[in-house]
């Protein structure tokens, strides 16, 4: 996860550098951003639902070595439309990264431990973010912002070699677990033997709502990833230096992650899975709407990155439990579930890439595209209400009296 999101917020941190060498508009660098939100949401439900057939450690190799390959050759496309085709493999080939990652905490965690389990997982996605600038900044202002593409495709190579050799798809399939932890683990779910029952998928509210909410929060999400370093720069005007200062939300999003998903573990013990799930999203999404509003209404360079830091703090903090939720209601098809999931959001992230991208060229403002983002984010708030994690996705698996298996793990 660290190096998923050294990767994608590379090119954010590279952005002003690329923009000003390869002669791109506004308009023209929403597209470059967007389209990895396309492929990427395009190849996420059959990557993920690959891993729910052969497992994350083969998904995860083959898409890590992908996507090191493009980001590689992102340092060496010298044409905008190159750049375009390079971006679109890129995200084709990190689609299912997450969703893997969450087959991985499925695979190897107790239902009670979920939440915490997700919660660093994705805080370790958020160290990424927040490494990237250090990185990318002192490499891109003694070597070019291409070095730093090649630096982080080699890192990307190292670790598929390192996880192939030493990561397993079950504890019970690796050396060296105590018998006390394959009893705790023995009765979570195992790989699926046919895919996801789509009709019967589709007609679950828990789904919509909870693919509703991702894209929701990625539209305002995806700025980060995007736009963030080039809003800094043209819209509140720092310096390459003040760049540094950008690690700030990321560092702010780790902290959230982590405490998200404990503080989803313990609400759960409190006050029930429905509940427990329910009120870390309200709070987290309520609070990233306030912010949003606040940083529209700000100029000061540190008073903006301060309410940009807390506003992703709030995206963050419900982020462990929007993929707790989805292993909550999938069962067995963790992989589709999420991906379902993660499709929507990218769907999100597209529209969030190209509409900042327009807003300012066609108003001239940096501050106008932050009011979608607010509204965007109190709908997904208000759609945390919607969500109830003890019901399962597949009426079938209701049937079998899985939701009292869940709480009973819960105890």
């Known amino acids: ?37 396309f492929s990427y949401a395009a190849f996420e439900i059959p990557s993920g639902a690959l891993g729910d057939r052969i497992g994350p450690r083969r998904v995860l190799t083959r898409i890590v070595l992908w996507w090191s390959v493009f980001t590689s050759l992102t340092g060496a496309v010298s044409k905008y439309y190159l750049l375009l085709a390079t971006r679109f493999c890129f995200g084709m080939g990190e689609a299912g990264a997450m969703p893997n990652g969450a087959v991985a905490v499925e695979r190897w965690f107790p239902v009670r431990d979920r939440a915490r389990g997700l919660g660093i997982m994705l805080m370790s996605s958020q160290l990424g973010g927040a490494f990237a600038p250090l990185l990318v900044v002192p490499i891109q202002m003694h070597c070019g912002w291409r070095a730093s593409f090649f630096a982080f495709g080699i890192l990307g190579v190292v670790w598929s070699i390192l996880w192939y050799w030493w990561f397993r798809d079950s504890p019970a399939e690796k050396k060296g677990v105590s018998a006390a932890e394959l009893a705790e683990t023995r009765d979570l779910p195992p790989k699926a033997q046919h895919g996801m029952p789509w009709g019967s998928a589709l007609r679950s509210g828990n789904l919509w ?22 809003f800094l720069v043209k819209g509140r005007g720092f310096s390459e230096t003040d ?4 690690t700030l939300p990321y560092l702010v999003g780790a902290c959230a992650n982590a405490s998200g998903g404990a503080a989803g573990n313990a609400l759960v013990q409190k006050l029930g899975l429905k509940w427990g799930r329910r009120s870390v999203g309200l709070v987290g999404l309520g ?27 709030g995206i963050t903090f419900q982020q462990p439990i929007v993929f707790a939720v989805g292993l909550d209601i999938a069962g067995k098809y963790a992989g589709a579930v999420t991906g379902a999931m993660n499709t929507a959001a990218q769907i999100g992230s597209l529209v969030s890439s190209v509409m900042f991208g327009f807003l300012v060229n066609r108003y001239g403002s940096y501050g106008l595209p932050f009011i979608p983002m607010a509204a965007l984010l109190l709908v997904g708030t208000l759609l945390w209400l919607k969500i109830d994690a003890t019901r399962e996705l597949i009426p079938e698996r209701q049937a079998e009296g899985a939701p009292a298996r869940i709480l009973s793990s819960l105890r």
């Open 1 to 37: 996860m660290i190096i998923t999101y050294l990767d994608r917020v590379c090119i954010s941190v590279a952005g002003p550098r690329m923009q000003a060498d390869l002669h791109i508009s506004p308009v023209a660098w929403g597209w470059v951003t967007g389209v990895f939100a």
């Open 209 to 230: 709502a909870l693919m509703s909410i991702a894209a929701c929060y990625l539209y305002t999400m995806y700025f980060f990833q995007s736009w963030f370093q080039t």
């Open 243 to 246: 760049l540094l200062l950008s």
């Open 287 to 313: 609070s990233a709407t306030l912010f949003t509003v606040a940083v529209l209404f700000t100029q000061g360079k540190l008073l903006t990155l301060i309410f940009l830091s807390l506003l992703y703090g």
